[in-house]
Nanobody, 115 residues
């Protein structure tokens, strides 16, 4: 199982930016499509950004144009640059493969957008 550790969350004002990081263990990280997921209180976890092994990206409509996913296979790390943050982006953010591996969910990193 790939182990995943997310970091970079925090409290930010509306319109602000954050950069999330996800460090993965395992030497076969580069073959997986990876995604950033988020879960807000009382809501289901949703996939918001995907990057394939060939660096093709896709985004949910709610974050398109504001978030950018990237990966550094040499560092086994996936990033999520979040700009123009809105209060509705408040959630715990997780990374995982796409499709997700049930045993690889980490603790996530909390993002709170509030003035």
């Amino acid at each position: 199982q790939v182990q995943l550790v997310e970091s970079g969350g925090g409290l930010v004002q509306p319109g602000g930016s954050l950069r999330l990081s996800c460090a993965a263990s395992g030497s076969i990280f580069s073959i997986y499509a990876m995604g950033w997921y988020r879960q807000a209180p009382g809501k289901q976890r949703e996939l918001v950004a995907v990057i394939t092994s060939g660096d093709i990206t896709n985004y949910s409509d709610s974050v398109k144009g504001r978030f950018t996913i990237s990966r550094d296979n040499a560092k086994n790390t996936v990033y999520l640059q979040m700009n123009s943050l809105k209060p509705e982006d408040t959630a715990n953010y997780y990374c995982n493969s796409v499709p997700s591996a049930p045993g690889s969910w980490g603790q996530g990193t909390q993002v709170t957008v509030s003035s």
